[in-house]
């Protein structure tokens, strides 16, 4: 799988490209050294300097698959544990943390009978805005560089094998469970149609977070974005 790999110096969004590509109905990963319009979920921005990695790959699934992230999140998971970290952890939806702070972004698009996987991963970034402090490189956790470029074979490896394994429904939420951060703690989570406040009950197989509101009603969220309370 992917047996394409097309990689660029610096591209206006690795999404933005594969988005292009689609006519061409086949599986292909595209990755840039830097991006000058990285995009993040939420319309935010990633910021996406030169040292970073950015990769999207182009899938079009047999069916709708509400879990990719999940492939992606355990994919980026393999890697990292293959480069000798440790303290990896999911903020669901789609960030993986690093002794807590941000390393990985990821942001799944649907257009056009297709879906789009962008993967940003800070490997080698050395300084980071103020607007995402809370953000760590693999260089900065280590102490040494990394070669991007073996960092994105190893991501392609695995995320070939993570989403086969989605495909044929042999990915299961339980193997990502030990990496969740937050279970049983008191969030907000903020959706286009407001904020509702309760405790991280569980993530189910659609990869929807589990919510136990304040009258112990079970509320069930496809997406949004979670912030840690404190009560
Ligand atoms: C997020 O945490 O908000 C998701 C960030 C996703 C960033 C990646 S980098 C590769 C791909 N190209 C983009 O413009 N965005 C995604």
Same mark, same amino acid.
């Given at each position: ?8 110096? !610096? ?6 490209? $594969? ?19 990285? !995009? ?45 970290? $440790? ?54 956790? $280590? ?89």
């Amino acid at each position: 799988m992917f047996s394409k790999i097309l990689t660029f110096n !610096r591209v206006t969004s690795t999404q933005d490209v $594969a988005r292009r590509l689609i006519g061409q109905r086949e599986e292909i990963a595209v990755a840039a050294r830097a991006q000058t319009r990285g !995009r993040g979920r939420q319309s935010r921005l990633w910021f996406s300097p030169r040292g970073g990695l950015y990769v999207s790959f182009l899938l079009f699934p047999r069916r709708r698959l509400t879990s990719l992230p999940l492939a992606a999140a355990r994919s980026v998971i393999r890697i990292l544990e293959h480069f000798g970290f $440790a303290r990896v952890s999911i903020h669901w939806p789609n960030d993986i943390l690093l002794d807590n702070r941000k390393v990985c972004g990821i942001l799944c698009e649907q257009v056009r009978g297709a879906v789009i996987c962008g993967i940003g991963l800070n490997v080698n970034t050395r300084r980071f805005p103020r607007s995402v402090s809370n953000s760590i490189s693999l260089s900065l956790a $280590a102490g040494h560089e990394f070669d991007t470029d073996q960092v994105l074979r190893a991501l392609v490896t695995a995320f070939s094998l993570d989403y086969r394994n989605l495909q044929d429904g042999g990915l299961d939420i339980q193997d990502l469970r030990p990496y969740l951060s937050g279970l049983g703690e008191p969030v907000e989570v903020r959706t286009r149609s407001g904020a509702i406040t309760g405790t991280v009950f569980d993530i189910d197989n659609d990869w929807a977070l589990l919510l136990a509101d304040r009258v112990g009603r079970i509320r069930k969220f496809l997406c949004g974005d979670v912030r840690r309370l404190t009560w």
